[in-house]
């Protein structure tokens, strides 16, 4: 896929599929202690450090989270995902995810790779500028630097 530009201003839009509202509480052993609101906190510091700022959204609902990101077009410069499930599973996630002609990071909190093996493929990395996996919060603020520093 061709790498696109990112505007040096503008919101970045950050992601996050089923079950991150659950994030602290679910298998804190495999997703850490950390909730979805220190996720955002940790996005939105990272982002003003580079005087950008981010619009976050999380659902259950994959329609939700495709009518978020169709809404999301010429409102934001990059997008920061963490589908959950969906990376998996949606092709129409995948779809959708080219609309806003945006520079997307895919973001994983735990190494996808070192757990169930159908965790091993996504339809979500071929489309995107890049992938962090296993770095827990943190690839949040990764992929916020990166896309923040391509500008």
Do not use: K
Not at 19 to 41: C, K
Not at 83 to 101: C, F, M, N
Request: glycine share 8%.
């Amino acid at each position: 896929m061709a790498e696109r530009a990112v505007q040096a201003t503008g919101p970045i839009l950050v992601l996050n599929g089923p079950n991150l509202n659950m994030l602290g509480t679910r298998q804190p052993e495999v997703y850490g202690a950390d909730t979805l609101d220190d996720v955002i906190a940790l996005c939105e510091r990272t982002a003003a450090r580079f005087g950008r700022e981010i619009v976050a959204f999380q659902t259950n609902h994959e329609g939700a989270l495709i009518d978020r990101i169709h809404q999301a077009r010429g409102e934001v410069t990059a997008i920061v995902i963490n589908p959950g499930g969906w990376t998996h599973t949606s092709v129409a996630l995948r779809d959708a995810l080219v609309i806003p002609e945006v520079p997307i990071v895919e973001v994983h909190i735990s190494n996808v790779h070192a757990r169930e093996e159908f965790r091993h493929h996504s339809f979500i990395s071929p489309i995107a500028t890049a992938v962090v996996a296993g770095m827990g919060i943190q690839g949040y603020a990764a992929a916020i630097e990166f896309l923040a520093g391509r500008a």
